[in-house]
């Protein structure tokens, strides 16, 4: 088992980090994953004869969160729902694609 760790950016809900770490460990020979909301980074354990650090990319940069996300990243969190844990305000995303666009940033 290879572990590896990386950066990506467009997180905007906690939703989203949630469902990209369960697609990336359905991922046949992926032992594990890890997607970190606050800190958008990535950390997968991974067989590499199994699956190529290219699929795990393809899985990362293809997944949708289908629930009904909030841009926690808004500038003026002045506006939308307020959530009742953390009392950060919180917009509804206006991603017509889905409520992340998520890139992949650092090296694998």
Not at 63 to 88: H, N, V, W, Y
Not at 94 to 103: A, E, L, R, T
Request: with cysteine.
């Amino acid at each position: 088992m290879t572990r590896k760790h990386t950066d990506i950016h467009g997180l905007n809900c906690p939703n989203c980090a949630l469902t990209l770490e369960r697609a990336i460990a359905t991922l046949r020979g992926v032992r594990g994953a890890r997607v970190e909301f606050e800190t958008e980074t990535v950390s997968v354990e991974y067989d590499p004869a199994a699956v190529s650090l290219e699929r795990i990319d393809l899985r990362i940069r293809s997944a949708t969160c289908e629930s009904e996300c909030f841009d926690m990243s808004a500038p003026d969190r002045a506006f939308g729902k307020i959530d009742r844990e953390s009392g950060i305000a919180q917009t509804p995303s206006n991603h017509s694609d889905g409520c992340c666009q998520i890139v992949v940033d650092g090296d694998w």
